[in-house]
């Protein structure tokens, strides 16, 4: 496996754990709104910035090629974008579907 597979079944993880996180940041800075408002401040351009890097690796997939399994299905992420699965995957061997 090269780097560029590696990436391709990196990414889509790092894809949904920034998500995730973005998601708790703007959380927080609701709930600090009104008593530390510097603090959700921050929190919101955190946000952003997250934006910005969900933008860049989604660009950077696509760019590899989009998003591969990794061998033997180990990982077993379920919150992988439906949409953006262009290739076409074997029998399913070993891998475990949450339905």
Known sequence: MNDIEKLRVMLPHWIDHNQ???????????KLTDGSPEVAQLLQTAVQSLQ?????LEQALEKAGGP???????????????????HTHGAHGGHHHHS
């Open 20 to 30: 995730g996180h973005g998601k708790e940041f703007a959380q927080w800075a609701e």
């Open 52 to 56: 910005d890097a969900q933008n860049c």
């Open 68 to 86: 591969l399994e990794a061998p033997g299905g180990g990982h077993n992420h379920h919150s992988h974008d439906p949409h953006k699965h262009e």
